[in-house]
């Protein structure tokens, strides 16, 4: 299993990001697969998550920091999850993770930045 992200970047409050975790392994169309974050200082948040079987498999939920402003979603032929992050606020700082599953002890990739600033 591995899980690699990318997107993240500095951008102006108000700007708009979109995360990718391209993923080997497994499949991610019928995985749960979460978005984590980590703010300087700050234990790491669930941010969202997109289930992957049960009776959940294809909803998603997201905390409610960030509820209505960011989307996830898994692409089956690239095998990726994204983050799209809109109306960003400098308070959304901090290192995201892809988590495969719903714990960030699990899977996890290495992280990538994002700045809002």
């Known amino acids: 299993v591995q899980l690699v992200e990318s997107g993240g970047g500095l951008v102006q409050p108000g700007g708009s990001l979109k995360l990718s975790c391209t993923a080997s392994g497994f499949p991610v169309v019928s995985s749960t697969m979460s978005w984590f974050r980590q703010a300087p200082g700050k234990g790491l948040e669930r941010v969202s998550t997109?289930?992957?079987?049960?009776?959940?498999?294809?909803?998603?939920d997201y905390a409610n920091s960030v509820k209505g402003r960011f989307t996830i979603s898994r692409d089956s032929a690239k095998n990726t999850a994204y983050l799209q992050l809109n109306s960003l606020k400098t308070d959304d700082t901090a290192m995201y993770y892809c988590?495969?599953?719903?714990?960030?002890?699990?899977?996890r990739g290495q992280g990538t930045q994002v700045t809002v600033s």
């Open positions: 997109i289930y992957g079987g049960g009776f959940r498999a294809g909803t998603s």
């Open positions: 988590v495969k599953g719903l714990n960030a002890g699990d899977y």
